[in-house]
Each structure stands twice: as C-alpha cells, then as structure tokens.
C-alpha cells in the first residue's frame, strides 16, 4: 500500500538514491530513520533497502569510499559527505539457529518480503519521494496510536532474534509507546533465551532503554524481563523499607529514582542500582522500623558485580559504583569533605552525586524533606564555590613539590609521599594556606 507522506531526506542520502535510481536499481529509506522522521525525530542514522545485490551496489559506487561491514547478508556501507549510510539488498532470512543471526541469506527482488523479516511494525514501512510510503503491515496505524507490534507471528520474531525482547521493551521506553498483548506475551516467553545473547549487546540494549523517557515504567510493567537478566534485583520487589523515611518496596523507590535523574547513562545505572544491596542487609525487629546498616557497601559491591557480567569498562563500572557508596553520605557536606570528593573524583562526578542525591531525596516520604533538599542546595553552592575560588583540592595545586622537600632534607620514597599527603589534609582542612613558605616551614618543622 501506498500512503502519500512527505519526509525530508537529506541530500547525502538523495544523491546515493539518485545514483542507484539511474542504474535502474530500487533505493528505498527504510526503519528507524522513516519512523523517527513520521514521529517528528531527527534521525540519527539513515539506511537504505536496495534490489542491487552486493557486488553490483560496489560497482555503482566505485568512486565512492565503501566497506564491506556486513556482505555476507548483503549490507554495504557508503561514505557520503561525511555520512556513513548502510545500504542492504532485499532479502529473505533463513533459520536463525542461534537465536540472534540468521545462519543464511536469500536476496530478494521483492521489497514487501524485506520489509516482512522486521521486527515491529513501525519500523517496517519504506519511503522514496515520488512514491510515497510502503506500508504493508499497518505500521503508520501503529505509529499514530502509539502500540509496538511485532510483524506478522511475535513468537517467531523473538525466536529468530532474542535481542527483539530487549529491543521491544527499549522502544516502548524511548518512544512511549505501548506493547501489544500479544507480542508482550510472546517477549515474556521468549525471555529466557536472553542467556545466549552476548553480554554486550545486552548492556547496550539496557542502556538505551534506562535512558528513555519511559523507563521507569517500561520496567515497572516488564519487571519480569529484566529480573531474568538480572536476577540479583528481584529481591528487591519484595523487600519493603518500613522505615519512616519509605513506605514501598526498594524496587519502587529504585524506579522513582530512575526517573528522577537526567538520562545520562551512568547516572540511570546509578540510580537503578543505587539500593540493590538493601533485601541482603535488612533487619526488622518486631517493633520499630528496619534497619539496613552496611547497605550502601552491600550494594557497591552488588552492583560491581552486575556491572563486570555486563561487560562494562573498568572506568565506568568504577564511576557507577562510587556513586552508589557516597550516595548516602549525610548532608550538608562539611567544606573538608567536599575538598576531598572534588580532589579524588572531580567536579562532574561530584555534581552527578548531587543529582543522585536529589533524586534519592524526591523518592522519600518524610515531612523532613524540604530541610534536607535545602542542606543538599548548601552543599551544591558551596562545591561551586570552591571551585570557582579554584581552591586546592590535589597534590597537584599544593604550592610545593616532592623536588622542595627534598631540598629540604627528604630523601625519595614513600616518607616523601607521606609528607605530601599530610600536607595536603592540613590545606583542605583549613589548617594551612596553601602557600609555599608556610608549606615548607611545616615540612621543616616536621622532619626534625
């Protein structure tokens, strides 16, 4: 079916369409760029549905830079202005063996038939100026109501590609949209062959849907799916606070922070995991309120290890778990504290705890509230302080250096260090002013 839009391409795409075209080759925009474009979105990537089998889409482009990135299944890439545009015969799959690719390609000659292997069915309509859009599975219907369906049998898609379940549930998050029931059912089903994705693909998925719009209520609904991933949260639902700051599970309170944060990706990992360790530390006495003494170690350590399974470089797991061990830290934060965190973690990690904090807050329900979110503001201004004064806050901005003390009589090795270090707690604590003679007179004084 024919439906008469109008879509904006952009000329490095137009040119590659135009060129196949004089070929007399097919060239269609297809999938997410014809989606987010029918949405409103500006496209982040723009690929395109061709009849020209591999080889000759190369001899099209000859004079163009290509890479062979997926010519097994009949995907060639095209640097246009600047632009890498991913251009992919028609075809049809064949068995998916491993739940992830298919173990062969038939191209094809016949765009409804490329447009039947996809996954849902907003992103299986194409679109070309001058014919308008192709869309045989009632995508744009979808697309203006606002439902994720899966393209013809939904226990078939998610068979073929267990990544699907991931993808359905990151769309519903990133686009706000709804899950048909069906292919809900069939996601949750499917669930458990998630275990033979690679850890990577799986972090990468969960990332983009933690940074949805909706992501607090994608996985309030779809709990299930992601308890199969990571089964350490599941206790989380079950375990309520009872304390006179909360009075909901940890797993709805973890939610509310979730999307009470802006959507940078450690931050939302943060926020996800910033509890985790709770149901392990819990102690509930028959009377009183629960206490969770050691949560916030418990939770470190808990989320370090859901990090390494997923693959996460070292330098992002360790950012994610500092956050959570000083996420808790009782406010206002002394002027000496705030010194130390600025000096070992810098001023962007120390905003981004202030952002989890907030958050952390918002999530509470105590009539204490304004005061602490006020102690939380004094300790915000004060770090802005700090840095604008550009106090010294490492061994770095210390007005003298190992070279001085060893003028001084020092001899190299970890005494020297020691003594650095020593001077340096004065300085952040405000016992001394990080001037040189000062510095060096104390260094003096404590080497004899």
């Not at 690679?198 to 719009?213: A, H, I, M, N, Y």
């Not at 390494?308 to 956050?323: A, E, I, M, T």
Request: hydrophobic residues 35%; contains cysteine; glycine residues 6%.
């Amino acid at each position: 079916m024919h439906i008469e839009v109008q879509i904006e391409i952009p000329d490095y795409v137009n040119k590659l369409m135009a060129k196949l075209n004089d070929a007399g080759y097919e060239a269609w925009c297809v999938g997410g760029c014809v989606r987010d474009s029918l949405l409103g979105r500006i496209p982040e990537d723009w690929d395109l549905a061709v009849s020209s089998l591999p080889p000759e889409t190369k001899q099209v482009f000859s004079d163009y830079p290509t890479f062979d990135v997926g010519m097994r299944h009949g995907t060639i890439s095209v640097l246009s202005e600047g632009h890498t545009v991913e251009l992919t015969t028609f075809r049809m799959d064949g068995v998916y063996s491993d739940a992830r690719h298919p173990d062969s390609v038939q191209f094809s000659n016949s765009l409804e038939e490329d447009l039947s292997r996809r996954d849902f069915t907003v992103n299986a309509m194409a679109y070309r100026q001058n014919s308008g859009l192709r869309d045989p599975f009632d995508g744009l219907r979808d697309l203006e109501t606002g439902l994720l369906r899966c393209v013809g049998i939904p226990a078939k898609r998610f068979s073929e590609d267990a990544l699907r379940v991931l993808r359905c549930l990151r769309f519903s998050s990133t686009l706000g949209f709804a899950i048909e029931p069906e292919t809900l059912q069939a996601a949750m089903d499917a669930r458990g062959l998630l275990e033979d994705v690679s850890r990577e693909r799986v972090r990468d998925e969960l990332q983009k849907l933690l940074c949805g719009t909706d992501a607090a209520e994608t996985l309030r609904r779809n709990s299930e799916i992601l308890f199969s991933l990571l089964p350490e949260l599941a206790p989380l639902a079950s375990c309520n606070y009872e304390t006179l700051y909360h009075r909901c599970s940890v797993w709805e309170h973890s939610l509310q922070v979730l999307s009470a944060v802006s959507p940078n990706p450690l931050l939302r990992w943060s926020a996800l995991l910033h509890d985790c360790g709770k149901p392990a530390c819990k102690r509930a006495p028959e009377k009183g309120t629960a206490h969770f003494h050691g949560d916030a170690s418990e939770s470190e350590q808990l989320a370090g290890m859901i990090l390494k399974r997923l693959r996460f470089p070292n330098r992002d797991s360790d950012r994610v778990c500092s956050l959570i061990r000083y996420h808790g830290e009782a406010l206002p934060l002394p002027e000496k504290r705030l010194k130390k965190l600025l000096g070992e973690f810098g001023g962007d990690w120390v905003f981004e705890l202030f952002s989890l904090m907030r958050a952390n807050l918002a999530g509470q329900d105590t009539n204490r509230l304004e005061e602490h979110l006020t102690a939380l503001r004094d300790s915000q201004e004060l770090a802005e302080t700090i840095l604008s004064r550009q106090d010294c806050l490492t061994l770095r901005d210390l007005a003298v250096t190992g070279k001085d003390l060893l003028s001084l009589g020092y001899h190299p090795g970890p005494a020297l260090g020691k003594e650095l270090s020593f001077l340096l707690e004065k300085v952040l604590s405000g016992t001394l002013e990080n001037d040189r003679d000062i510095l060096l007179q104390e260094a003096e004084k404590t080497r004899s």
